[in-house]
């Protein structure tokens, strides 16, 4: 054995060594026993197999549908969390649009289709989502006045 490969299996031993303390990680002990592996043997990849007594691969694969398991779990999740995200977004909004068509019935004397309509007017003639329109007008960064009117936002007004 030459000295720098000598030197480079008594590294990978010492590694994998110091791998082996209390809690150690077995998931990061094989990933570098597969590594060290890989290096020392001058190859581009290595993996590892794990087979029983009759040479079968049972717990690997059932290894690999847990893994597969919790993967599909964490997608799930996340897709709900978004989800959730997006809902309780929708609600904010559509609170907000309600404030909105209240406020523009009362100032305006009309029936709450109506203050709608013109909400809806107001943002797509300027361009702007219902949402923000509605926000501004129910914290007064809007006046209902002139939605009523159709007056045309002043771009880069009060927008909080």
Same mark, same amino acid.
Request: hydrophobic share 50%; proline share 1%.
């Given at each position: 054995?030459?000295?720098?490969?000598?030197? *480079? $299996?008594? /590294? #990978?031993?010492?590694? &994998? @060594? =110091?791998?082996?303390?209390?809690?150690?990680? !077995?998931?990061? +002990?094989?990933?570098?026993?597969?590594?060290?592996?890989?290096?020392?043997? *001058? $190859?581009? /990849? #290595?993996?590892?197999? &794990? @087979? =029983?007594?009759?040479?079968?691969?049972?717990? !690997?694969?059932? +290894?690999?549908?847990?893994?597969?398991?919790?993967?599909?779990?964490?997608? *799930?999740?996340?897709?709900?969390?978004?989800?959730?995200?997006?809902?309780?977004?929708?609600?904010?909004?559509?609170?907000?649009?309600?404030?909105?068509?209240?406020?523009?019935?009362?100032?305006?004397?009309?029936?709450?289709?109506?203050?709608?309509?013109?909400?809806?007017?107001?943002?797509?003639?300027?361009?702007?989502?219902?949402?923000?329109?509605?926000?501004?007008?129910?914290?007064?960064?809007?006046?209902?006045?002139?939605?009523?009117?159709?007056?045309?936002?002043?771009?880069?007004?009060?927008?909080?």
């Amino acid at each position: 054995m030459s000295g720098d490969r000598e030197e *480079a $299996v008594t /590294s #990978a031993f010492v590694a &994998l @060594a =110091d791998t082996l303390v209390d809690d150690y990680d !077995v998931v990061d +002990l094989l990933l570098q026993l597969v590594g060290h592996a890989a290096s020392l043997l *001058a $190859v581009d /990849s #290595a993996g590892l197999v &794990l @087979a =029983d007594h009759d040479g079968g691969l049972r717990m !690997v694969a059932s +290894l690999a549908d847990v893994a597969t398991i919790g993967i599909l779990h964490e997608r *799930a999740l996340h897709r709900s969390e978004v989800r959730g995200e997006q809902l309780q977004s929708a609600l904010n909004s559509r609170i907000v649009i309600e404030q909105a068509k209240g406020v523009l019935a009362e100032r305006g004397d009309l029936d709450m289709d109506t203050g709608f309509a013109r909400l809806r007017a107001y943002a797509r003639n300027d361009n702007l989502k219902l949402a923000d329109v509605a926000r501004d007008l129910v914290a007064g960064a809007l006046r209902p006045d002139d939605l009523l009117a159709g007056r045309r936002r002043v771009r880069g007004a009060a927008r909080g």
